[in-house]
């Protein structure tokens, strides 16, 4: 990940933004708190990425904690590195598009993947305050959900 070269800015949330990049399969999500806070945050999210993963629930695969310098920073800030999911889109914005193409069965398929993963982490003893469907990819092509943005999240008991 050393080499690795920040192409495009794809998506940006409360605790970080996500940059794609370039050429490699993965993502970084670059927390931009204090280091010392961000670096909480990476390391938490990693950890709890890699149990899910481990446990085979749908989330891209976990890749590490590093440090990068993203292009709109003069330093460097901490990051969680992950795979990145091609063809799929925010599950909410899936289910709000109603056009010609997209059927209401459609959108409550994808629906019932995203509850059906959800219960597999709640049976698992991974705790969530609130997960939005914003936080979720689906990917119509392999009729699958994607988990992701888990820094939130707490451990089992």
Not at 120 to 136: I, T
Request: one cysteine or more; a negative charge.
């Amino acid at each position: 990940c050393d080499d690795a070269v920040f192409v495009k800015r794809l998506d940006r949330g409360t605790y970080g933004t996500v940059y794609s990049l370039g050429g490699t399969g993965l993502v970084a999500k670059v927390y931009f708190g204090s280091d010392n806070i961000g670096l909480v945050w990476a390391k938490h999210e990693f950890a709890v990425g890699s149990g899910l993963y481990a446990a085979g629930i749908s989330v891209p695969q976990p890749k590490g904690v590093f440090l990068f310098q993203p292009p709109v920073s003069t330093t460097y800030h901490p990051a969680f590195v992950m795979q990145e999911i091609q063809g799929g889109v925010h599950l909410d914005q899936f289910c709000r598009d109603r056009s010609a193409e997209l059927k209401f069965s459609e959108a409550d398929f994808a629906q019932g993947l995203y509850r059906e993963e959800l219960r597999k982490v709640a049976d698992l003893g991974f705790h969530y305050d609130e997960y939005r469907e914003s936080n979720c990819f689906y990917l119509p092509q392999e009729q699958k959900v994607v988990l992701f943005d888990f820094v939130r999240w707490g451990f089992p008991s």
